[in-house]
């Protein structure tokens, strides 16, 4: 990889940071809205592998919000809509390509554990709590996003100093298909991007320990503190 392509993000954080993410491998899990985002700017930035699971195929309702995925795509994979779209944009970068849906604990232990961080981009709860319960048990970095309607959150969780997700999301809303404004996930998704890269290069303040929250329709975001709940079935 060429150091003059991240040339401005290199005068954010340094030579010896962007070497770091040029040499990081990270989990993507899920290619929709927040994917999308996440996996675009984690490819610009210079992530030297992506590993990139998802199960589902294109759909015409997918397009408003999962910016990876074109009316050409319809009936296409998503893993490899996605693979396209990011070699172009940055061909420096390694992809590994699982279609796959994540439901058993021990497959997701062998995606996690080869990777450095993992970006929860699911659409459902139940494989949501299986990649947290994979990362608390690998000691692995995982970036949290969720979103519906105009609003969501996102969270950083480092086991095991922090909270894990169940702690903090004891009763999820477990739902089918949910409302989406196209831009919401696009937002969480850069943030879990960059969350992402200050947890390679150890830059800045990550929100480990807290929750943000964003509402779209007020325009407002706020920050809320978190912590490890007693008796966690997956972290305690």
Known sequence: MHLSRYLRQIQVWGVEAQETIMSSTVLVAGLGGLGSAASLYLAAAGVRKLVLVDHD?????????????????????????AEEKL?????DVNFVLYREKLESLSRVEELVREVDV???????????????????NLGKP????AVEGLKGWLTVIHPPHTPCLACILSNPPEKGSVPVAGPLPGILGCMQALETLKVITGFGKTLTGRLLFFDGLEGSVEIYEVRKKVNCPACS
């Open 57 to 81: 195929v294109v759909k015409e309702s997918d397009l408003n919000r999962q910016v990876l995925h074109w009316t050409r795509d319809l009936g296409a994979l998503k893993v490899e809509s």
């Open 87 to 91: 070699r172009s944009l940055n061909p």
């Open 142 to 145: 995982f970036v949290h996003a």
């Open 118 to 136: 993992v970006v929860d981009a699911l659409d459902n709860w139940t494989s949501r709590f299986l990649l947290n319960r994979a990362c608390v």
